[in-house]
């Protein structure tokens, strides 16, 4: 039973991420499932050893991760397509949960993405050559059921920002 509950969880983050900060959510998840949402809960909890609402933040927390690892949504895009209601939520659950800002983890992602890239890899202007990363389908996968994901966007080029224009001899 917690492995149907982990996967609805899934399914919803990829597919209606609002649905999960709505009340609609326990609903759903008994109707799904035939069962009192309290008792869900208990069973989800006792079983994890977290509650089904922590869980969800966990969930949705490791999702914003993933977006701001790899993609170049703003930060408030990112709170969005997650289905957070602003993006102070976002920022609260993510630094009680990481322990740093969404702004500041993107941040620290780039950095070490920068410092373990040689130079090899960029041509002069800075595009990465050879990309084989697989983008922000590794953040969320595609539901079997076929139904749409988050819009998905490439990885940034993180020396974006360390050249404001190429040099010219």
């Given at each position: 039973?917690?492995?149907?509950?982990?996967?609805?969880?899934?399914?919803?983050?990829?597919?209606?991420?609002?649905?999960?900060?709505?009340?609609?959510?326990?609903?759903?998840?008994?109707?799904?499932?035939?069962?009192?949402?309290?008792?869900?809960?208990?069973?989800?909890?006792?079983?994890?050893?977290?509650?089904?609402?922590?869980?969800?933040?966990?969930?949705?927390?490791?999702?914003?991760?993933?977006?701001?690892?790899?993609?170049?949504?703003?930060?408030?895009r990112v709170a969005r397509e997650l289905g957070y209601s602003n993006l102070g939520h976002l920022?609260?659950?993510?630094?009680?949960?990481?322990?740093?800002?969404?702004?500041?983890?993107?941040?620290?992602?780039?950095?070490?993405?920068?410092?373990?890239?040689?130079?090899?890899?960029?041509?002069?202007?800075?595009?990465?050559?050879?990309?084989?990363?697989?983008?922000?389908?590794?953040?969320?996968?595609?539901?079997?059921?076929?139904?749409?994901?988050?819009?998905?966007?490439?990885?940034?080029n993180p020396l974006s920002h360390a050249r404001s224009k190429p040099i010219i001899a």
């Amino acid at each position: 039973m917690v492995a149907q509950i982990k996967e609805i969880i899934a399914h919803l983050l990829a597919t209606e991420p609002a649905v999960l900060r709505s009340g609609h959510f326990s609903r759903q998840l008994s109707e799904q499932l035939q069962r009192r949402f309290a008792y869900l809960s208990d069973v989800f909890s006792a079983t994890e050893g977290l509650s089904l609402e922590h869980f969800i933040i966990r969930q949705r927390v490791e999702a914003a991760q993933c977006l701001l690892r790899e993609g170049t949504l703003p930060v408030g895009r990112v709170a969005r397509e997650l289905g957070y209601s602003n993006l102070g939520h976002l920022s609260r659950q993510f630094q009680r949960e990481t322990g740093t800002s969404p702004t500041e983890y993107r941040r620290q992602c780039l950095a070490t993405v920068v410092s373990q890239l040689s130079a090899e890899e960029y041509n002069d202007f800075g595009n990465r050559v050879n990309y084989t990363g697989s983008g922000w389908q590794s953040c969320i996968t595609r539901p079997a059921n076929g139904s749409k994901p988050i819009t998905y966007h490439h990885p940034p080029n993180p020396l974006s920002h360390a050249r404001s224009k190429p040099i010219i001899a």
